[in-house]
């Protein structure tokens, strides 16, 4: 069976000498063996400390959103193959937070999947409804309609993505989607990438939203989850050792 993935989002978060600090705790608090896969998604500026801080970890690098463009005269921007200079191997794309603040749309994540996957990056495409969306009863639309914007646009390499689902109402509020909620999301999910690629049971749908060392175990044994997604609990290394622990 694939290994799970254990990824921490350190958002907007960190600085020299606290990623310094966080990493150290964490290799140093790190059993010899894991179960799982570790990666990092840390914040652009931080890539080339970070990397050179992971070395010989085991840990992989991680980033948090790339352009939907190759190259040229779009200021401001980071390109895939600009991640992948330092050794990137996963990147976020269409993460809830930049959907909602900077009006991310279906197309435009679906083309950053695809010049992730162009440069060798796995993208990790981030899917979920607002609380207001699963209350009306439009969850599955929701997610099903934004996974199948990724699908349209990168349909034979669909199997090399990731996906994770993280419901919006779940993230930085401490409410977590139950163990069967989220089975629930991910059994939609892996159909949905079923009828899309017969490579479909090779995509690891990973859980976001207020994981923490209390809930990862019983999320974690759910059986399309197949990995974590993991914000606030990631800037903390006693915190997210646990979650690693828990992901067998
Ligand atoms: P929290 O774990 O802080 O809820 O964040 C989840 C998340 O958005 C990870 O991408």
């Avoid at 894991?34 to 992989?60: E, K």
């Avoid at 390109?79 to 200079?85: G, H, K, N, T, V």
């Avoid at 809930?215 to 974590?228: C, H, K, R, T, Y």
């Amino acid at each position: 069976m694939k290994k799970k993935l254990i990824a921490g989002n350190w958002k907007m978060n960190g600085g020299l000498s606290a990623n310094e600090a966080l990493i150290h705790a964490l290799r140093s608090g790190l059993p010899a063996t894991v179960a799982c896969q570790v990666a990092l998604c840390v914040p652009s500026v931080y890539l080339a400390q970070v990397q050179s801080l992971l070395t010989g970890s085991g840990f992989d690098l991680g980033a948090q959103d790339l352009s939907a463009y190759e190259g040229g005269a779009y200021t401001g921007e980071v390109s895939a193959a600009m991640l992948r200079d330092y050794g990137v191997r996963y990147c976020l794309v269409g993460h809830s937070e930049r959907r909602q603040h900077h009006g991310e749309t279906d197309a435009m994540v679906a083309l950053k999947a695809q010049r992730a996957l162009a440069c060798g990056i796995t993208p990790i495409v981030c899917v979920g409804e607002t609380l207001a969306e699963r209350e009306s009863g439009a969850m599955e639309a929701v997610v099903k309609r934004q996974l199948a914007a990724v699908i349209h646009v990168n349909g034979h390499c669909i199997s090399e993505i990731m996906v994770a689902y993280e419901p919006v109402w779940a993230i930085g509020s401490g409410k977590t989607a139950s163990a069967a909620q989220a089975q629930e999301v991910h059994a939609l999910l892996r159909a949905q990438l079923k009828a899309a690629s017969s490579q479909a049971d090779r995509v690891s749908i990973l859980y976001g939203g207020s994981m923490n060392a209390a809930n990862a175990a019983e999320l974690l044994a759910q059986p399309d989850v197949g990995g974590g997604l993991v914000g606030g609990a990631s800037l903390k290394a006693p915190d997210f050792l646990s979650i690693i622990a828990a992901a067998r």
